[in-house]
C-alpha cells in the first residue's frame, strides 16, 4: 500500500469518527486532505455528502453526489440518495429518473422498489405508473414485497384481475407458504372478497392462533363493515391478550370503538396507543382530540388537539411552497381549526395556500380521475342556479309522497342516495320526476344495483353518478372492471376523494373530502356546483329513541329497508349516530376547503327531516319548505 492510500485511509478514519460524534468541522477537514491524495476518492466525497446533508446543503449535497456517480453511474445507493434529494425539492420527476435507474441496476432491493411506487403514486396516474414499470426489468423470483408493490400498482389501475394473477402466480411457487397465503388475503380483503379472505385468515389461524398479524388483518377486513365489526372488535381485544401493548392492535381497536359511537372505550383505547407509539403523528392526536371531544372530554380534547398542531406547524417552514405536501399539511391544521370552532383561522390558513401550483394535480391513486376540472364543470351544468333535493332513506321521504305534485312545476335538481331507482317508481314517480344525481360510495351497496346504475348512466340527458374510484375498482369480477365502465361511461362519471383521515381539499387535490357520511360530500357538491338551495330529505342520522328499522324507515315498501337483522341493530345505530355526531365538522371542512379553492357562494341548507338526529342545519317542516320553494318563483 503506497503512502498515499495509507494517508488516504487515516484521513477517512478521521473524518468518520469526526463524523460519528457531530463534529462536522473537524470531519470536513479530514475529507478535504483526503480528496487530494486520489484520483477518484469516493468514501471521502461521500463523506462530505453525509455533512452537506447534516447541515441542509442540498444544493453542494447534490453536487458531490453527482461526482460520485459520474465515477460509479450503477451504484444503486448512490442513484437512490441523489432521488432523496430531488424529493426533498418536490421534484418527483428528476427523483423517479434516478430510482428507475437504480432499480434496474439492483432489480431485487426492495428497498428501491419501494421509494420509485411511492413516487410514482406522488407523480402520475396509475396507468401511466403501470406503463413505466412494464418498461423495467421485474425480477423472477420477486420477493414478497416487490410482489405486493406491483400487485397494488395493477390494482390501482384497476386491473384487478392482473393483480389477481401476479399474486395467485407467486402464491403457485409455495401454495402452502402462510406469508403468501397472508398476501392472497389482504389482497382480497382489498377488493371485496372478504367472504375468501376471511377463508384464508381462518385457515393461518387454524395453524397459529396466536399470530397477531393474521389476527389484525383479519381484523381490518370486518372493522369497516356494521354487520361484523362487533366481530372485529373481539379478534382485536384477542390480539390485545397476546401482546397489550401491541400498538398496531390498539390502534384499530380504538377506530372501532369510536365507529360505534363507543367513545369511552375509544377513548382509554387510544390513550394506550399513545403511550406505547414510538412517534404517535399529528393524525394520532386529531384522532384521539375528536374522540376525546365526541366524549364531552373537552378540556383533554384541545390538549391533544393543541399537540397535533405543534407537530403541523413545526412541519410547515421544512416544506417548499410548490410541494404539494405543504398545502396539505396546511389544510389538516385547517382541519384542526374547524375542530376546535375556529373557523375563521381556517379560512385564513386556507386563504395561504390557494394560489399554490395546480400543475399537475396530485391524486392518490385510488382517487385518481383525469379531467377534473371539466367533470366540476359537467356538475355546474346540472346543479347551476337550482333548488337541490338531497334524497336519503329516512321518514321524511315517505313523507315527501303526500305533497310531490306540489313541487313538480319547480325547477328542481334531485340527488338521491343509494336506491334511486325505489324513489322514481314511488315518491317521484306521482310527480313525473326523474333523479338527476346519483351517490354511492360503496362496492356493496353499488354492486347489486349495478343494472340499475348503468340505466342511469345511459340516460341521453345530463346526469351525474359520484362515487369513488376505490368502489368501482371492487364490484367483483361478474361486472365489467373499472376501465370498461369509465370507456362506457366516462363522461357521466364524477370520482371524488374521501376518507376518514385529516386529508382535506388542497389546490393540488381539490376533490379530497372529510368523509363523515353522504351527506358530508354532497352537500359540499351541490354548493360547488352552484346551488340555490340545498334542501334534506330523510337526511342521514337517527332518532335518539330509535328502536326499529321500520320507525327509521318509515316506509313499508321492503326496498326502503336496510338488510340488517336484530345481531348487527345495535351496530348499525351506533355506526349511525357516530356518523352524525362528526357530521356538522365534515360538512363544514368541505365548504371552506371548496370555497377557498373555487368561485362560489355558500347556499342556504335546510333540514326538512324533522325526526332525523342531525342538527347541523336548521330543520324546517313540509309546508314551510313549500312555501320557500313558491316564494321564489
Not at 27 to 34: C, M, P, Y
Not at 390 to 404: F, R, V
Not at 540 to 548: E, L, Q
Request: charged share 25%.
Amino acid at each position: 500500500m503506497s503512502n498515499n492510500q495509507k494517508s488516504y485511509e487515516l484521513l477517512l478514519g478521521i473524518g468518520n469518527d469526526a463524523l460519528s460524534l457531530n463534529d462536522l468541522e473537524a470531519s470536513e477537514t479530514a475529507f478535504l486532505e483526503a480528496v487530494d491524495l486520489k484520483p477518484a476518492p469516493i468514501e471521502a466525497w461521500f463523506g462530505l455528502f453525509q455533512i452537506k446533508q447534516a447541515l441542509k446543503h442540498t444544493e453542494q449535497a447534490a453536487e458531490i453526489i453527482d461526482r460520485i456517480i459520474e465515477v460509479a453511474p450503477t451504484n444503486s445507493q448512490f442513484l437512490a440518495l441523489r432521488a432523496s434529494l430531488e424529493l426533498e425539492r418536490g421534484k418527483h420527476s428528476a427523483a423517479i429518473k434516478y430510482l428507475e435507474a437504480a432499480v434496474r441496476n439492483d432489480p431485487i432491493s426492495e428497498s428501491f422498489w419501494i421509494a420509485l411506487l411511492t413516487t410514482y403514486s406522488l407523480s402520475m396516474p396509475p396507468n401511466t405508473v403501470l406503463q413505466r414499470l412494464r418498461a423495467l426489468s421485474v425480477p423472477n423470483p420477486a420477493t414478497l414485497t416487490v410482489v405486493a408493490l406491483l400487485a397494488k400498482a395493477e390494482l390501482a389501475a384497476g386491473n384487478t384481475s392482473d393483480a389477481e394473477t401476479r399474486i395467485r402466480d407467486f402464491l403457485h411457487g409455495a401454495p402452502d407458504d402462510p406469508d403468501r397465503l397472508l398476501l392472497l388475503a389482504k389482497f382480497l380483503t382489498e377488493i371485496g372478497e372478504d367472504t375468501k379472505a376471511q377463508t384464508i385468515y381462518e385457515r393461518l389461524l387454524s395453524r397459529d392462533p396466536d399470530n397477531i398479524e393474521i389476527i389484525i388483518s383479519s381484523a381490518r377486513a370486518e372493522q369497516h363493515d356494521n354487520a361484523t365489526i362487533d366481530r372485529a372488535i373481539r379478534r382485536l381485544e384477542q390480539a390485545l391478550e397476546i401482546d397489550s401493548n401491541h400498538p398496531e392492535a390498539l390502534k384499530i381497536l380504538s377506530e372501532s370503538y369510536a365507529r360505534i359511537a363507543h367513545y369511552a372505550d375509544a377513548s382509554r383505547t387510544m390513550n394506550r396507543y399513545i403511550s406505547v407509539a414510538d412517534s404517535p403523528t399529528a393524525e394520532d392526536y386529531f384522532r384521539f382530540g375528536k374522540i376525546l371531544q365526541n366524549n364531552q372530554d373537552l378540556e383533554a380534547s384541545l390538549k391533544a388537539f393543541d399537540t397535533a398542531k405543534q407537530i403541523l406547524t413545526d412541519k410547515i417552514p421544512l416544506l417548499s411552497h410548490d410541494d404539494p405536501k405543504r398545502s396539505s399539511t396546511i389544510a389538516k391544521l385547517a382541519r384542526l381549526h374547524v375542530a376546535m370552532g375556529e373557523a375563521s383561522e381556517a379560512l385564513r390558513l386556507y386563504q395561504t395556500i390557494k394560489s399554490a401550483r395546480r400543475t399537475n394535480l396530485i391524486y392518490p391513486p385510488s382517487q385518481y380521475l383525469p379531467d377534473t376540472e371539466h367533470r366540476i364543470e359537467s356538475l355546474r351544468r346540472i346543479v347551476r342556479s337550482r333548488d337541490v333535493f338531497i334524497l336519503a332513506h329516512g321518514p321524511s321521504i315517505a313523507g315527501i309522497s303526500d305533497w310531490c305534485r306540489e313541487f313538480s312545476d319547480h325547477d328542481i335538481c334531485i340527488a338521491a342516495v343509494n336506491r334511486f331507482k325505489v324513489l322514481e317508481n314511488g315518491v317521484l314517480g306521482r310527480s313525473g320526476r326523474a333523479v338527476d344525481i346519483v351517490m354511492n360510495t360503496h362496492y356493496r351497496a353499488i354492486a347489486p344495483h349495478f343494472d340499475q346504475i348503468e340505466e342511469f348512466l345511459c340516460r341521453e340527458y345530463d346526469n351525474l353518478f359520484i362515487t369513488t374510484r376505490w368502489a368501482m375498482e371492487r364490484l367483483g369480477n361478474s361486472l365489467p372492471s373499472r376501465p370498461e365502465i369509465e370507456q362506457r361511461y366516462d363522461k357521466k362519471l364524477f370520482y371524488f376523494g374521501g376518507s376518514g383521515k385529516m386529508e382535506a381539499a388542497t389546490p393540488h387535490n381539490p376533490l379530497s373530502f372529510v368523509f363523515g357520511n353522504t351527506l358530508s360530500v354532497l352537500i359540499p357538491l351541490m354548493a360547488l356546483g352552484g346551488a340555490r338551495r340545498i334542501f334534506l330529505f330523510g337526511a342521514d342520522g337517527i332518532k335518539p329513541d330509535w328502536k326499529s328499522p321500520a320507525e327509521h324507515i318509515g316506509e313499508d315498501d321492503p326496498e326502503y329497508r336496510f338488510d340488517f337483522n336484530d345481531r348487527n341493530l345495535d351496530a348499525l345505530t351506533s355506526g349511525l349516530r357516530a356518523d352524525t355526531i362528526d357530521l356538522d365538522e365534515a360538512v363544514e371542512m368541505g365548504l371552506l376547503s371548496l370555497e377557498s379553492l373555487y368561485d362560489f357562494e355558500r347556499p342556504p341548507i335546510y333540514n326538512v327531516s324533522p325526526d332525523s338526529a342531525v342538527t347541523a342545519f336548521p330543520k324546517i317542516g313540509f309546508t314551510e319548505a313549500q312555501e320557500l320553494l313558491k316564494s321564489a318563483e
